[in-house]
């Protein structure tokens, strides 16, 4: 079988076969990420019909009941088959009458929601916005509301209204000269993120952002979307146990590099497993990233940011990486092949990241670009409780 990754940020695609991956694909049938990347996330109310019965969504929901076993098969982390997480109203059979005339989307604009697992929880919600060029909108300032919407009658609920912030990254950009030399150049990488975000309930959300542009605040830009909601989260959700993995350690390998494909690998990140961890009472932060075969050129950067932060918690929390693939296998030309703990905490995309408190419960957790601001909120709030 066949599966798309996603990229967020280069919408490519790179093919990974994968002999039996059945389970999966009913497992990651609402990931909106490959949806971005085949660019068809953006369904704006207004003008925006499906044309194709293939978008509507199954009527039953066939999500895990929590993190995957062990035994669930391995495959590249993303989008199989199955219908979009984000949806045109007109398609969900809901009367057009959700169109509300105060609200005119502006045309050639695009909101992609860079999340692939929206359930039914307090959420942090990431997106970004293209101009009619496609090129990013950066560094705006966008109002943002999130609402139900009644497949039946087409009713819509109190909107809920937040702020989004724009957090951005530094990346490393080889750049080959006509001399053959090669320089590095930075390059910045965001997204929106709208922390904790009630979704209170499982179905169709309305969301509407009004973005005013650093260039032109007086020229406001109207965006209007649906989303599907789930009703249980395929990563852990918030306030849950942690899954007890064993990854491979310092311990289990001749050099770091069999389990890391860092530059160079920091060893603290690579003494103690998650089910170490758990016992040891104390709470931990594991990031799953593979800065080498990165499929959305963000594992680097986000692992980076972790380190940042790890002088900061010495001795109160500890830090672990995962590579999400099996490095030999991929190495060898066989693919990407999930390795077990990626599996068990039913990773849809990479990278991620999870804070773990002192309880061994799920506290917080990121999807794609994370900052440091974030990371020491989140950190702060389990290194402060004592077991």
């Known amino acids: 079988?066949?599966?798309?990754?996603?990229s967020i940020l280069d919408f490519g695609s790179i093919e990974a076969t994968e002999a039996d991956g059945e389970a999966l694909v009913e497992r990651f049938r609402h990931s909106v990420w490959a949806v971005i990347s085949a660019f068809t996330v953006a369904v704006f109310f207004a003008g925006c019909a499906a044309s194709t019965a293939?978008?509507?969504?199954?009527p039953a929901d066939t999500r895990d009941a929590g993190p995957a076993s062990m035994s669930t098969p391995?495959?590249?982390l993303g989008h199989t088959t199955g219908p979009p997480a984000v949806t045109s109203i007109e398609t969900m059979g809901t009367p057009t009458s959700?169109?509300?005339?105060?609200?005119?989307?502006?045309?050639?604009?695009?909101?992609?929601?860079?999340?692939?697992?929206?359930?039914?929880?307090?959420?942090?919600?990431?997106?970004?916005?293209?101009d009619p060029n496609g090129a990013f909108v950066e560094d705006a300032t966008i109002s943002i509301s999130f609402f139900t919407v009644d497949q039946e009658t087409g009713?819509?609920?109190?909107?809920?209204?937040?702020?989004?912030?724009f957090r951005s990254l530094e990346t490393e950009e080889p750049h080959l000269h006509e001399d053959g030399?090669?320089?590095?150049?930075?390059?910045?990488?965001?997204?929106?993120?709208?922390?904790?975000?009630?979704?209170?309930?499982?179905g169709i959300w309305g969301i509407r952002a009004v973005v005013s542009?650093?260039?032109?605040?007086?020229?406001?830009?109207?965006?209007?979307?649906?989303?599907?909601?789930?009703?249980?989260?395929?990563?852990?959700?918030?306030g849950v146990p942690a899954p007890r993995s064993e990854q491979a350690t310092a311990r289990n390998v001749r050099s770091l590099a069999d389990i890391s494909t860092s530059e160079s690998p920091l060893p603290a990140l690579y003494e103690l497993t998650v089910a170490e961890a758990l016992d040891a009472g104390k709470p931990f932060l594991v990031a799953f990233s593979t800065p080498a075969f990165c499929q959305s050129r963000l594992c680097g950067p986000v692992l980076e940011e972790v380190i940042k932060v790890m002088p900061e918690y010495q001795g109160r929390v500890t830090f672990m990486h995962v590579e999400p693939y099996e490095l030999e296998t991929l190495r060898g030309g066989g693919g990407f092949t999930l390795v077990p703990a990626a599996v068990q905490w039913g990773l849809p995309s990479e990278p991620?990241?999870?804070?773990?408190?002192?309880?061994?419960?799920?506290?917080a957790k990121f999807e794609a670009i994370v900052t440091v601001p974030e990371l020491r909120l989140a950190l702060d709030a389990v290194a402060s409780v004592q077991p």
Request: charged residues 25%.
């Open 181 to 202: 030399s090669t320089h590095i150049h930075m390059e910045s990488r965001g997204i929106y993120v709208v922390n904790d975000v009630d979704f209170d309930r499982p």
């Open 98 to 130: 959700v169109d509300l005339p105060e609200f005119v989307p502006t045309p050639g604009y695009q909101f992609l929601v860079a999340g692939s697992d929206m359930a039914a929880e307090k959420t942090r919600f990431p997106f970004i916005v293209l």
């Open 74 to 76: 391995a495959t590249i």
């Open 54 to 58: 293939n978008d509507t969504p199954s």
């Open 352 to 363: 991620w990241i999870f804070v773990v408190g002192s309880s061994g419960l799920v506290e």
């Open 155 to 165: 009713d819509t609920g109190e909107p809920r209204d937040y702020r989004a912030s």
């Open 1 to 6: 079988m066949r599966l798309r990754p996603f």
């Open 213 to 238: 542009s650093t260039d032109d605040p007086t020229a406001l830009i109207n965006l209007q979307v649906a989303l599907r909601v789930e009703d249980r989260t395929l990563t852990p959700a918030i």
